[in-house]
């Protein structure tokens, strides 16, 4: 048997652990540079007029007369949030997929206790006594029984956020409750198709010949359809995939026309994803430079426009991935524009132990590893971009996701540790 734990509003579930005074209120959590609402709590989303995804500014008095708290994105305390949640589930079972940053599947076929019921009120105990995160189980046969079992786990009171799926009874009930475009894995199109066949449960889907879904749906279809079979097709992935391209672009604070300074927040963001990119220990092999201009604004011309630039080698120097980058951005730049925003994407990225050399490159000794590894390690030991490519400038503060309402980093910073009582008693 496979469970799917999902922690219930993660982002707002992780504010609440440390401020306990906002429970029973409601609670948001906005997007990158304070944009939009990207999370809520359920006493937000029973607030009947709570508009999900839209700018702040535009939704500021709602919030205000309605009493609503809002954090900035704090994905530093998210993700080792994450991390306590995915070591619990690791109580239970030694193949745990960390399928997203709030979900996993957990692999119960080691577990002794059979009594699966009883095992999944059991972890979703342990993971709220051990992280303060309340989390839904959902349990079955396949994965993708799982995952809707999970979401019925949390629809129906009476369930207690735990469900399990163990008859055909119930997976029928289950599959009969659920429409097309619900499934896991159905896209809009091929729901839309299925609609046109007359099908529009999850039930009427595994009931059909799966020779008409081989042709209809193809291959993935017909996994799909085996899986709310019964049939396991999806297999548990233990170690997560490293990420195929890592990017950046943030909206500046106030419209630039001056090259230097998107020169400057250029190479601010080249160092951000190359130091992401060691985290993974991946190289680059290309780098996309993008720049735009604000389409909201009326009144500005227009202008937007990006380059691929192809590397000699794969790299993970943030020296010779910035000396690359302002290549590509002044070929793309254009004066007499108000700019908004500049982006970087690293593309086809490839394991540093996979690189393919190139003979009839020169490298600059300073692009080296050995000098990459000192600046890391000078800057892990004394703070972020203590030592950086001069074209970075001093002007990080103005380059930064702006996080007004940002929440402590609780659990991975010394200096904002959550105080308990008087400060003046810690200090002593």
Known sequence: MIALVDCNSFYASCELVFRPDLKGKPVIVLSNNDGCVIAANKEAKALAEMPMFQPIFKIKKFLDENNVTYFSSNYTLYSDMSRRVMNTLKMFSP???????????????????????????????TVEKNTGIPVGVGIAKTKSLAKIANKFAKKIPKNGDVYVVDTEEKRQDLLKSLQVKEIWGIGKKQSEKLQKNGINTALEFANMPVSWVRKELTVVGERLWRELNNEPCLNLVSLPEAKQAIGTAKSFGKKLTDYSLIEEACSYYVAEVADLLRQQNSSASQIEVSIQTNYQNANDQQYQNKIIITLESPTNSTIKLTKEAIKGLKQIYKPGYRYKKVGINLLHLVPDNEIQTNLFEIKSKSESKEITDVIDTLNNKFGKNKVKVATVGNREKEWALIKEHRSPRYTTNWDELLTIGKKSILKK
């Open 95 to 125: 193949l745990v997929e960390e399928y997203s940053i709030d979900e996993s599947f957990v692999d119960l076929s080691y577990s002794l206790d059979k009594n699966y019921d009883a095992v999944g009120r059991d972890i979703k105990n």
